[in-house]
């Protein structure tokens, strides 16, 4: 009988091997962690591991995107929100100064110090990131279709702003620095939104 019959079916394996990483990583740092804790802590052998990933590298990518908050996911999909990139980024950056530290932030931390390391890390992480980038480079384009956004700013340049703030507050939280109060940066980031706009007027 094999393995993946003993313990249960592929999927659930590969799910188990994810929380396993996202947990060591998360406490021993991607240079610290070891392909054998990974599985001792998953109930599987390293074999396991080698059957479904590369590597700690895959690993890595893997348990960011399984730990990454669905807010962003939920907010795309709202029909609240009816694609209104304006809208997405008030909420989403108003929530930057109020959220709680999670498991996704540190596994962000973990790999993007890794990646000044290791080129697979840099190249994985990397792609994770123009992933969603280009999500939102998708809303940006079409909002200066509507005059949400001025057609005249450069879409990279205002993708590449968000995710500076976002990041940004990573730094922020492992520093564990003090954080603005949610009132004057919820008016900071409703100027800053407002300002993408053409000055048409909007539905």
């Not at 659930?12 to 406490?27: H, M, N």
């Not at 590298?57 to 996911?73: G, K, M, Q, V, W």
């Not at 709680?100 to 990646?115: N, S, Y």
């Not at 697979?120 to 792609?127: P, S």
Request: aromatic share 6%; hydrophobic share 45%.
């Amino acid at each position: 009988m094999g393995e993946a019959a003993r313990v249960g079916a592929p999927d659930e394996i590969r799910a188990r091997l994810v929380t396993a990483a996202a947990e060591v990583f998360s406490e021993k740092g991607y240079d610290g962690a070891r392909v054998q804790e990974i599985a001792r802590r998953a109930g599987l052998t390293t074999g396991a591991i080698y059957g479904r990933f590369t590597g700690k590298a895959e690993l890595l990518r893997a348990a960011i995107e399984a730990h990454s908050t669905s807010e962003l996911d939920e907010l795309f999909a709202s029909h609240r929100f009816d694609g209104r990139v304006t809208d997405i980024l008030t909420t989403v950056g108003s929530h930057l100064v109020t959220r709680e530290p999670t498991t996704q932030q540190a596994l962000l931390l973990e790999a993007f110090v890794a990646a000044r390391r290791d080129p697979e890390v840099k190249r994985l992480v990397g792609e994770l990131i123009e992933e969603r980038a280009a999500r939102l480079a998708d809303l940006v384009i079409a909002a200066k279709a509507t005059g949400l956004v001025d057609e005249d700013l450069d879409t990279l340049a205002v993708v590449r702003f968000c995710h500076s703030v976002g990041l940004g507050f990573l730094l922020f939280e492992a520093l564990d620095l003090t954080r603005p109060d949610p009132a004057p940066w919820e008016d900071l980031i409703a100027r800053l939104v407002a300002a993408l706009g053409d000055g048409r007027e909007h539905p």
